[in-house]
């Protein structure tokens, strides 16, 4: 399984991003995924997470409200949709899939190459 995000960029305080991820294989439906980020200087942490098939979500509180997540099974893709982006939001997104619908970014199996959100202020 290989995990590809994309879609990040530079956008300003504000303004709006969606990120993607593309996963590999023919069981991507039965994986838990999540995003993930990391500021420089800082540990990688959770932002959310979508359940295989019903499409149950989590969210981390900082983002909540502003961010929505989403899977598109048919399309093995995962999206990001980021709102109201904050300098905070900078970060390198990481997306990952699992086994587990959880927080906790070490029960994630893979893991993409991460994409570089900026939000400028």
């Known amino acids: 399984v290989q995990l590809q995000a994309f879609g990040g960029g530079l956008v300003q305080a504000g303004g709006s991003l969606r990120v993607s991820c593309t996963v590999s294989g023919r069981t991507y439906s039965r994986y838990a995924m999540g995003w993930f980020r990391q500021a420089p200087g800082k540990e990688r942490e959770f932002v959310t997470a979508?359940?295989?098939?019903?499409?149950?979500?989590l969210y981390a509180d900082s983002v909540k409200g502003r961010f929505t997540v989403s899977r598109d099974n048919a399309k093995n893709t995962l999206y990001l949709q980021m709102n109201s982006l904050k300098p905070e939001d900078t970060a390198v997104y990481y997306c990952?899939?699992?086994?587990?619908?959880?927080?906790?970014?070490?029960?994630?199996?893979?893991w993409g190459q991460g994409t570089q959100v900026t939000v400028s202020s």
């Open positions: 979508i359940s295989p098939s019903v499409g149950s979500t």
């Open positions: 990952a899939g699992g086994d587990y619908f959880t927080r906790s970014s070490t029960q994630y199996t893979y």
